[in-house]
DNA sequence: CAATACTGTTCACGCAGATTAACAGTGTTA
DNA sequence: TAACACTGTTAATCTGCGTGAACAGTATTG
């Protein structure tokens, strides 16, 4: 069995995952609305991933992620939440284009990378003093172009 | 005119500037041979990219890029090495894996997430002490699993 | 239970990008 | 210059993923 799938079948598993989390059941037409592909679309590529086995569907009936295809849905989620989190947290990225940004790049991280990133993240803000004061200068130098040492009054007059 | 390139595409023009830059001259077999594609793949690449105006291309000639295939290809590779920079100085990662990434994601980056990420590594690394405590830290806690002070005397004994 | 509205599937097709096999052009060298 | 080796192109074909149009199934509602 060929485990790796396609930036196009990730999406669609990840999709599926993300709409089961609400509602308890996923229909052609929802997962349609999320990706902006048409049904026909869906269709086929439903049928694809169950010969896969990564999900479970009859004929006009609902979709169910199988266990494996679970497990490859959340693998990509958590790739796409580590780096929109990285994304805005760190880089000061607006949460829209984090989000689109993430979108693309969670089908090229390596799994080591993503690793690695995740951990990267939680060093620089899950630490005692909280976000740490070299971040909020760089926040502040990426956004304003100027160091905050450098501009205090400036700064001051603003508010 | 759709400045817009495929990942593909992008793939050509960053291999045609990078075998450029060594020998004057640029061929197919070697664009060839640096992306993994067989030669007819090339040859039916350059028809678009020429009809796009983005190289100059004769029959059985060589292959020059136009200043504006020059300017999307730096372009690529700009974000191609400002992604492999941080993977490696920043999180760590081994360059092999660093470079493969990097192939995949700089064609998934923003101009703008792209931007920020060179500010960032910058900030992080270009500083009057070099390479901060903190980062020497992150390195060494996620390549041994623990922080440098909880092992001194581990450390010491293996010395 | 029929009419209607909605949901999902099938089919024919298009496009991008890759491949193989066969052919054409180029250049080196005996 | 003729033979050979190499380089590049053409043509036919494949796969992945998408589309619109037409059709089939389901469900709601008067």
Redesign the pocket.
Known sequence: MDRE?????E??LEAISVLARGRKV???????NM??????????????LREAKLIE???????ELTEEGQRIADDVWQRHEVLRHFLVEILGIDQERAAEDACKMEHAVSPVTAERLSKFVDFVLSRPQGEPEWLKSFKHYSEHGNFPAECKTKCERER
Chains 1, 2 share one sequence.
């Open positions: 799938q396609s930036p196009s079948m999406d669609y996923v229909r052609v037409t929802q997962i349609s990706l902006g592909v048409k049904k026909p679309s869906v269709t086929s590529a439903l049928k694809k569907h009859e004929k006009y009936g609902y979709v």
